[in-house]
């Protein structure tokens, strides 16, 4: 799309730091520790398992029937202290916005109460989520950002309930749209160094599970723990504990690339070419309705987009987000 349509800046990498690599991987360097302490409150759900909810600020303190909230859905094994989450929610919190971000099942560092958690494609704990904010904030205008994982979970929610999100807006950062080709893409060449490390996160959740996952599937700690790749992972656990036949059949209902021209809301989807998460097949090519805007950045890797701003390394997407809701909500 022409970028002048849109109220943020264009994305340049910084300057000797455009490799696919250093974008991913810089901003874990520039932020080793979060940009501010949360208020910590857990969501009970009606099955009897919670959900770990990260706030900017106490939530009983915004009186304010107008102030804005932005709500963020993390990437797979994200958390509160991934540098893109405390640093979306700080920049939204430092233009006078509430900020709160849902931890998935088991993502917030207590194991959850079952042998599933989460995954691509659940969207009933996201409505649950989005429901009590509303509850809690009627009048409050309200918009989600999905990064990653969290992107592709987004797109699913918001093509499925349409013109009944409860948001004003939405943007998705990075997402995986196609899941089996993600699969195999983080499966070749230095990708399996992301690979190996997402692998690791969601190994170790599920061996802190390990007799709750043994009851259900009857997989043992050492059939975890041999576990080689996300596919593998997928078809273990993943699709099983979620009632997928296999993970090709969990990868095929829960991409959401198919499903992007049911969403009904105004929305900003940002791909990166060169992010090492993903192939061609996970660009957008067709054309989109005109309230969904498509931004494919040649460089930025995989949730990185490190820019240089003020003669500073920046994250773009702390500087650009802002400005788009900003924009969107002033409208007329």
Not at 176 to 201: A, M, T
Not at 279 to 286: A, F, R, T
Request: aromatic residues 10%; glycine residues 6%; contains cysteine.
């Amino acid at each position: 799309m022409n970028l002048s349509e849109l109220p943020i800046p264009a994305f340049q990498s910084a300057q000797h730091y455009s490799n696919t690599h250093i974008q991913t991987v810089l901003p874990k360097l520039l932020r080793r520790t979060p940009l501010f302490s949360p208020f910590w409150q857990t969501l009970p759900l009606p099955d009897n398992d919670f959900l770990d909810i990260a706030w900017s600020e106490a939530p009983h303190r915004t009186t304010s029937t107008t102030r804005p909230i932005f709500i963020l859905f993390h990437g797979l094994e994200g958390h509160f202290s991934s540098p893109y989450a405390n640093g979306l929610m700080h920049a939204f919190s430092k233009q006078g916005w509430l900020s709160v971000m849902m931890h998935f099942r088991g993502c917030s560092g207590r194991s959850n109460n079952y042998a599933r958690a989460y995954h691509s494609g659940q969207i009933q704990d996201t409505r649950f989520f989005i429901e009590s904010i509303h509850n809690r904030f009627p009048e409050n205008p309200k918009v989600a950002v999905g990064v990653s994982l969290g992107g592709n979970m987004l797109a699913n929610y918001l093509s499925q309930y349409e013109n009944d999100t409860f948001l004003n807006g939405a943007a998705i950062i990075s997402a995986p749209f196609e899941l089996s080709s993600c699969s195999n893409r983080v499966n070749r060449g230095v990708s399996k160094i992301y690979q190996n490390y997402l692998l690791h996160s969601l190994k170790r959740n599920a061996l802190n599970k390990a007799d709750l996952i043994h009851q259900a599937l009857k997989l043992s700690k050492p059939q975890i723990k041999a576990i080689k790749t996300l596919r593998e992972f997928d078809n273990l656990l993943t699709a099983p504990l979620h009632h997928f036949k296999d993970a090709e059949d969990y990868y095929h209902q829960c991409s959401a690339i198919s499903k992007i021209h049911n969403i009904r809301i105004p929305s900003l989807i940002i791909h990166s070419k060169d992010d090492p998460f993903m192939d061609s097949q996970v660009v957008l090519s067709s054309p989109l309705p005109e309230h969904i805007h498509y931004y494919l950045t040649e460089h930025g890797g995989h949730v990185g987009f490190v820019e240089k701003h003020n003669g500073k390394l920046n994250l773009w997407l702390e500087r650009s987000l802002p400005l788009y809701f900003d924009s969107l909500l002033n409208k007329g």
